[in-house]
């Protein structure tokens, strides 16, 4: 097996009569094309490798032997968003084979072999880094990079879902009409049409069944390309509601694509309206059409608003007078929040990484209602 399309249905070998070891010795094979030091690895075709129930299947495997999984691949696959996203969630890697060798296909910094890729330590310096990836291929396309977290009582009954209906709502009304019609899986491709309903359904069978998580794949539609992760979380009292992913705004150099941007601040105020919201970062960047990762760098992020909510705004003590006065943050989420609108020097708004530094933003922890991988993208973007 050398093709990750290729790999089988999760099914465990017939033959009762195995050891317990030589049982878990095949259904290892079943989905590994090597092992080693501890590495489960699985190779890529060339194009874009989706998140598909073959890789769910071969996350959840490799995770359960205790192994790294790690996607092996050449210079001309690509992956997509949530791929990138659930192959991270599994503390995986993601090694790409060059001419001069092997690099991180997340950070571009040289590795001796496939196996480190799973350290996502980032280049120290430039001769650290395969020069390769500093190449700006398909970067024409304008990307919305949303991440935001709601927070709701566990035994209030709310549909899940409600912070991608209000960013639909905001997406549409930015691009001056209608959304177009969401769909929601499992797995990717996402064909279900949007349905908050059977989402709830979904969500209350895997809590019968005592999954901590229910994940989802979410697409836009033609008129408003997305491509979006929503994860419940369950927990004795909160619900955690997580929403990471891209939104496609156009082409570089299109006329619509100055309105799309200026309306980020009211769709930062239309997801502010969400029950139970604790944080939210959108930024922009120059990505490619498909909304996939290529394996090169892209464009610089570029922090355009954040959104804190009464948890992180009272467990960082930041006082909103001086928000207001050193940021120009408003109130927001009836009074109990703040909103800080980002941009570069020229604008007279802050950088981010001024804000990040002044609020002591690294002092955030889970129950103030951001996650590790949020605090993460924070300090990522912060460098910019």
Not at 239 to 245: A, D, I, K, L, S
Not at 293 to 304: C, E, H, M, Q, T
């Amino acid at each position: 097996m050398s093709e990750s399309s290729r790999t089988p249905p999760l099914t465990s070998p017939k033959a009762p009569t195995r050891a317990p070891e030589a049982i878990e010795r095949a259904l290892a094979d079943l989905v590994t094309d090597q092992r080693v030091g501890g590495m489960a690895a699985t190779r890529a075709a060339p194009g874009t490798l989706w998140f598909t129930p073959d890789q769910l299947a071969f996350l959840r495997q490799a995770t359960a032997r205790g192994s790294r999984p790690v996607v092996i691949s050449g210079e001309s696959t690509e992956l997509s968003g949530p791929m990138a996203q659930a192959l991270q969630y599994h503390a995986g890697g993601w090694a790409v084979r060059e001419a001069g060798g092997w690099r991180n296909g997340f950070t571009g910094r040289r590795i001796a072999a496939p196996q480190a890729a799973v350290d996502q330590a980032r280049a120290a310096d430039l001769n650290d880094l395969s020069l390769s990836f500093l190449r700006h291929g398909r970067s024409d396309y304008a990307q919305l990079m949303v991440c935001a977290t709601a927070r709701r009582p566990a035994d209030r009954p709310v549909l899940p879902g409600e912070t991608v209906e209000l960013l639909m709502a905001a997406v549409g009304a930015a691009g001056g009409g209608d959304s177009g019609a969401w769909a929601f899986s499992r797995t990717e491709p996402a064909r279900r049409p949007w349905d908050a309903a059977e989402l709830a359904w979904l969500c209350e069978r895997d809590q019968a069944a005592g999954a901590p998580l229910s994940a989802f794949v979410v697409s836009g539609s033609p008129a408003a390309p997305a491509s979006l992760t929503l994860v419940l979380q369950h927990q004795a009292e909160f619900t955690f509601e997580h929403v990471t992913g891209l939104v496609g705004l156009g082409r570089l150099g299109d006329p619509s694509l100055k309105r799309k941007l200026a309306a980020v601040d009211q769709m930062m105020e239309t997801l502010s309206r969400a029950s139970g919201i604790t944080f939210a970062l959108v930024m922009v960047r120059a990505g490619n059409e498909a909304l996939t990762r290529p394996p090169i760098l892209p464009s610089a992020p570029i922090p355009l608003s954040i959104l804190l909510g009464d948890e992180l705004v009272d467990g960082l003590g930041i006082d909103p007078r001086w928000a207001l006065r050193e940021f120009q943050a408003s109130p927001a989420l009836g009074g109990r929040g703040l909103m800080v609108p980002l941009d570069s020097a020229a604008s007279g708004r802050p950088h981010l990484a001024e804000f990040f530094k002044s609020a002591d933003l690294d002092r955030a922890v889970p129950r103030m209602g951001i996650s590790p991988q949020q605090l993460q993208r924070l300090h990522y973007a912060a460098r910019y």
